[in-house]
């Protein structure tokens, strides 16, 4: 999946997550769920975005870390939405599944981006010798 397919993705997961939380009982408790929910799951993409704008390999690096945390955090929401019986598992499930896989592929791209960026610097180093 390339940056552009993956900006889509996560800009669809922010209308999905929308959706979900327009569905969300009017209580106090669904309320205060969706107002997390809902700015953890459109933060995923507009961290991401930022992420390709990234000035250096560390700005990418730190802001896909950010899109991991914020893509688990709109998981643990969907849990206590579940857990909590605001909502039917069914209902939520599809969403729940995108946003853990969203979760491990930033988690992978963010290790790889490390581990490229280690390699760099080794050989930065190797070849002033």
Do not use: H
Request: proline letters at 1%; aromatic letters at 4%.
């Amino acid at each position: 999946m390339d940056k552009e397919e993956l900006k889509k993705r996560t800009k669809q997961f922010a209308l999905r997550i929308m959706k979900l939380v327009d569905a969300l009982p009017k209580t106090v408790v669904g309320r205060a769920i969706g107002n997390q929910l809902v700015r953890s799951g459109t933060s995923v993409g507009a961290n991401y975005r930022a992420a390709c704008r990234g000035r250096s390999r560390a700005e990418f690096i730190a802001k896909l870390g950010t899109v991991e945390e914020e893509s688990d955090e709109s998981a643990f929401w969907m849990e206590l939405i579940v857990e909590g019986e605001l909502m039917k598992e069914e209902l939520v499930q599809d969403l729940l599944r995108e946003a853990n896989e969203l979760v491990a592929i930033m988690a992978s791209s963010r290790i790889s981006a490390s581990k490229n960026q280690i390699k760099n610097r080794q050989s930065k180093i190797g070849n002033r010798k």
